[in-house]
Antibody, heavy 120, light 109 residues
């Protein structure tokens, strides 16, 4: 089955760190760019970070630049998001999403998300 | 940076009615870079439309997308009970990467 499964969320204090993982299965993970998208409680979707298939190109939203690091391990079919210096406003459900690019650009596969709560 | 503004914020309609959702970009967007998603409570977003007007695999033909430049529209021809959800538009930009609109909630009247 083609799927993405996030893990690693939880409760962390402000200033703390957390590492999210996204396990991919059912498709050739190494052929796709991948993304993290978050959704604060009751709010809309916010793109967080992108990484190309070979990790050559990495992008971040201004809101997380310098604090979050995206990475991937194609041998393990896994995507990661290292989150440091966490703030209350980072509280959200974090989704990993597969990117389709070329002629058309969109996210065609999403995980179910993992909740990160930043609170003292 | 391109900003996507969706309207209305909430659309109150009855099953069987037509829904028209708007997504307006602050600058011209390539149609190839415009997508629409549906999100139900507690679920991940689901791709509906890509390339402004192409339906994703398995999406019923009551969903259609149109538009170009700065104005894009998602139309649901006849609302089914399962269509009541939040809808987001999204655009790709080479410098800013990905931007989402703030969403339109389609609720039962």
């Amino acid at each position: 089955e083609v799927q993405l499964v996030e893990s690693g969320g939880g409760l962390v204090k402000p200033g703390g760190s957390l590492r999210l993982s996204c396990a991919a299965s059912g498709f050739t993970f190494s052929s796709y760019s991948m993304n993290w998208v978050r959704q604060a409680p009751g709010k809309g979707l916010e793109w967080v970070s992108s990484i190309s298939s070979s990790s050559s190109y990495i992008y971040y939203a201004d809101s997380v630049k310098g604090r979050f690091t995206i990475s991937r391990d194609n041998a393990k079919n896994s995507l990661y998001l290292q989150m440091n210096s966490l703030r209350a406003e980072d509280t959200a459900v974090y989704y990993c999403a597969r990117e389709v690019g070329g002629v058309y650009w969109y996210f065609d596969l999403w995980g179910r998300g993992t909740l990160v709560t930043v609170s003292s | 940076e391109i900003v996507l503004t969706q309207s209305p914020g909430t659309l109150s309609l009855s099953p069987g009615e037509r829904a028209t959702l708007s997504c307006r970009a602050s600058q011209s967007v390539s149609s190839s870079y415009l997508a629409w998603y549906q999100q139900k409570p507690g679920q991940a977003p689901r791709l509906l439309i890509y390339g402004a007007s192409s339906r994703a695999t398995g999406i019923p033909d009551r969903f259609s997308g149109s538009g170009s430049g700065t104005d894009f529209t998602l139309t649901i021809s006849r609302l089914e009970p399962e269509d009541f959800a939040v809808y987001y538009c999204q655009q790709y930009g080479s410098s800013t990467r990905w931007t989402f609109g703030q969403g339109t909630k389609v609720e039962i009247k």
